[in-house]
């Protein structure tokens, strides 16, 4: 009896603790006329001339289901890709404010960079841009996205305007709806009645 019980507890765990992390990778490329997310330094049209594709923005909504740490991880330096700049912003939209950025590591070492932020459930934006094409936001030390960002990305940083960007979100808890633990405790208590019609047999 005492093993039917450690197995219920074993089936139970697995059910009501295992773990979905889910990631989502964002790429694309700066000087991409057909890139949709694409926007200039002003928030307006993305600009195509040699010496103004290192001022556009990259911009994405992110929705975060679950609070806990999520990792954000460039990869495109790596492949000739541009030298990133990476800001995070919590909200959506143009009202969105300032919320981190991977400043320290792109003025000391630059190229692809792995960052965790903990966050809470919710809706934030994410900005990829060229070094040093910073928010103005984050440059002010206050604001919010609809101030723009700097302009001050840098060509010869450029690449082939290639970036990409993968991002971890937090494992999800997984509970087992209240008929599924019906089912499981009818099959249990099977089990445990044929054990006894066995035993007095």
């Known amino acids: 009896m005492r093993n039917l019980f450690l197995i219920v507890f074993l089936v139970l765990g697995f059910f009501i603790g295992s773990a979905n992390a889910s990631s989502v990778t964002l790429s694309g490329h700066f000087n991409d006329h057909a ?4 926007v200039g330094s002003d928030l307006g049209d993305a600009l195509f001339e040699d010496d103004e594709i290192a001022k556009n923005v990259a911009l994405y909504s992110l929705y975060i289901p679950v609070a806990g740490s999520v990792s954000f991880h460039s990869n495109g330096f790596f492949s000739g890709g541009a030298d ?3 800001t995070l912003f919590a909200g ?5 404010t300032f919320l981190g950025s991977n400043y320290d590591q792109a003025f000391s070492a630059g190229g692809d960079f792995d960052l965790s932020f903990v966050l809470s459930a919710g809706n ?6 060229v070094f040093a094409n910073m928010s103005l936001a984050e440059n002010y030390n206050s604001g919010s996205l609809a101030d723009g960002f700097s302009g001050m990305g840098v060509p010869d940083c450029l690449g082939n305007s290639y970036y990409e960007l993968g991002i971890t979100l937090p494992d999800s808890q997984t509970v087992p709806e209240p008929c599924t633990l019906l089912l499981m405790g009818a099959g249990l208590a099977g ?3 044929m054990r006894k019609k066995l035993g007095k047999e």
Do not use: D, E, H, Q
């Open 84 to 86: 990133p700049y990476f």
């Open 191 to 193: 089990i445990t009645g």
């Open 92 to 96: 959506t939209g143009n009202s969105a």
């Open 35 to 38: 890139n949709s997310v694409l």
């Open 124 to 129: 934030y934006m994410v900005a990829m841009s």
